[in-house]
T-cell receptor, first 112, second 114 residues
Framework: AQTVTQSQPEMSVQEAETVTLSCTYDTSENNYYLFWYKQPPSRQMILVIRQEAYKQQNATENRFSVNFQKAAKSFSLKISDSQLGDTAMYFCAFIRTDKLIFGTGTRLQVFP | NAGVTQTPKFRVLKTGQSMTLLCAQDMNHEYMYWYRQDPGMGLRLIHYSVGEGTTAKGEVPDGYNVSRLKKQNFLLGLESAAPSQTSVYFC?????????????FGDGTRLSIL
């Protein structure tokens, strides 16, 4: 079975600081894809970043970057220079072929 | 840019009533999905479709039916609503999972069953 685990139900960070959200997953496959989605209070699901498992290089999108450790099956999200608008639920997700498997989410609160 | 549109956005039903949630996408995506989101459980896949006329079961399919008669539409039906089906429902679409194409989500439907 493929599972995704987010062990931090809630986190908080001060504006302009850096925060890292953890995610681990379990799979026997070698080629797959990983995502981080953001869900603000508006309830929209917004794609933050995508990582291909066969690529060694960590994905980055502006202030968002990942630390992908394939052997450890770890996929953490780093948010630099946190902004109030980053306050949201963050979901880690794993996909192979047709289906996305989501973690249970981390609620991030950014304080001024 | 419409993207993925879900209707309705809110609905309250009584136990035993039936209803259909509509999902429409204008991105010519082959794959479409229905999820439910419950507190503390993330999103769980109910049913999905890999193309017009096809459907498949996801993780939590019981009590739901789906149809994909047109490529752009994916309908989720509740034949006899139960309080356990109170949830937020999300539709998503993508070009497909083989190459890790990201899924695009609708804004969700909040459904309450009394």
């Amino acid at each position: 079975a493929q599972t995704v685990t987010q062990s931090q139900p809630e986190m908080s960070v001060q504006e302009a600081e850096t925060v890292t959200l953890s995610c681990t997953y379990d799979t026997s496959e070698n080629n797959y894809y990983l995502f981080w989605y953001k869900q603000p209070p508006s309830r929209q699901m917004i794609l933050v970043i995508r990582q291909e498992a066969y690529k060694q290089q960590n994905a980055t999108e502006n202030r968002f970057s990942v630390n992908f450790q394939k052997a450890a099956k770890s996929f953490s999200l780093k948010i630099s220079d946190s902004q109030l608008g980053d306050t949201a639920m963050y979901f880690c997700a794993f996909i192979r072929t047709d289906k996305l498997i989501f973690g249970t989410g981390t609620r991030l609160q950014v304080f001024p | 840019n419409a993207g993925v549109t879900q209707t309705p956005k809110f609905r309250v039903l009584k136990t035993g009533q039936s209803m259909t949630l509509l999902c429409a996408q204008d991105m010519n995506h082959e794959y479409m999905y229905w999820y439910r989101q419950d507190p503390g459980m993330g999103l769980r896949l109910i049913h999905y479709s890999v193309g017009e006329g096809t459907t498949a079961k996801g993780e939590v399919p019981d009590g739901y039916n789906v149809s994909r008669l047109k490529k752009q539409n994916f309908l989720l039906g509740l034949e006899s609503a139960a309080p356990s089906q109170t949830s937020v429902y999300f539709c998503a679409s993508s070009y497909g999972g083989r190459w890790g194409q990201p899924q695009h989500f609708g804004d969700g439907t909040r459904l309450s069953i009394l």
